[in-house]
């Protein structure tokens, strides 16, 4: 009878630890890069706040232009944060409080141009963009593997480049292959990823996911929920096509009027502080997608390391620190 009973506890345990690693999601924040290196006060609140097992760390390169094809990367001229030294230390750090890391490298185009748009004029500049993005991803490929982190995602909104280059970013994917042995995924924009053309080739269909959900000044959760119902069916389509879960690489709303109608927007007339809005949208998306299988989490926008310092109820941005929306975040992050 001893046996038996055993035998019972054994087959119970293994059916509950499969749905637990069934519901343990990505929890994850975007760690935005800053001049100085960080230390416990900067990642501790990660964990304390919102509960989060996993970060983005993002490194930069620097364009002049959507023409010009050099991307400036790794220099002394940048934040600490941004260059190879920076992304490896931040997250040696974040390890320290068991978080693990998605290596992201960003790139920003001079005046906040879209880097969906960049675009060649030339063959000849096509092809020295190739090489420079070849330079500056395989660096990073590179420390990914150094670091053993866990997914390096290869690019970050770059549609146009994808869309005219198609040849160069399959062969680009091969090389990287070479160097980092981990899980890949590459950041569409929440208009772009049905045209994504590799998703074969990686391990999750990454969105940064802006979609509009509610054209009212403030979005209630019935409203934001019903938004969500018209997006959804597509999004779980691309996870069926390529038995690839869906990764949410950026995700979240500001706190201010109609964030839900264009929540990719970042307006310097939309100042009125909302922070109702901001709850009831960040609300409508855990409870539409965390529960499903074929979702494997993601990584709001945006966490700042002097957490003190940031966020507060007269902030109109992304950033959920010391809002009404951060217990929330911490509430789902802690039951996934």
């Not at 069934?22 to 994850?28: A, D, R, T």
Request: a neutral charge.
């Amino acid at each position: 009878m001893n046996r038996v009973k055993l035998l019972i506890c054994f087959v119970c345990a293994i059916i509950l630890s499969s749905c637990l690693s069934q519901n343990k999601k990505i929890n994850g924040a975007s760690f935005v890069a800053y001049g100085i290196p960080v230390d416990e006060t900067h990642t501790k609140p990660l964990v304390t706040k919102i509960n989060a097992n996993f970060a983005a760390v993002m490194p930069f390169g620097f364009i002049r232009g959507l023409n010009s094809p050099e991307i400036i990367h790794n220099t002394e001229r940048q934040w600490f944060g941004e260059t190879r030294a920076g992304a490896k230390q931040y997250s040696e750090e974040l390890r320290k409080q068991n978080i693990k890391i998605m290596v992201k490298p960003q790139i920003w185009i001079r005046r906040g141009e879209f880097t969906g748009f960049l675009n060649m004029t030339s063959e000849e500049d096509w092809r020295k963009l190739e090489e420079s993005y070849t330079s500056f991803i395989l660096e990073y490929a590179d420390l990914a593997q150094e670091i053993n982190a866990e997914i390096l995602c290869i690019g970050t909104e770059l549609e146009n480049f994808i869309a005219k280059r198609p040849d160069y970013w399959n062969n680009l994917i091969d090389e990287i292959k070479k160097i980092y042995k981990g899980k890949l995924t590459y950041a569409a924009n929440w208009d772009e990823y049905k045209r994504t053309p590799f998703w074969n080739k990686l391990d999750f269909i990454g969105i940064d996911a802006y979609f509009p959900v509610s054209d009212e000044q403030t979005p209630s959760f019935e409203k934001s929920m019903e938004g969500w119902q018209k997006h959804k069916p597509v999004i779980k389509s691309y996870s069926d096509t390529y038995q690839k879960p869906i990764l949410f690489t950026e995700y979240g709303y500001r706190s201010v009027d109609y964030s839900g109608k264009e929540p990719w927007k970042f307006d310097r007339s939309m100042t009125k502080v909302n922070l109702e809005a901001q709850v009831n949208t960040t609300k409508a998306l855990y409870e539409t997608f965390w529960h499903e299988d074929w979702f494997a989490g993601g990584f709001i926008w945006k966490w700042f390391i002097n957490y003190d310092k940031v966020g507060g109820k007269d902030n109109n941005q992304f950033t959920p620190q010391n809002k009404p929306v951060e217990p929330i975040i911490k509430n789902y992050y802690s039951s996934y």
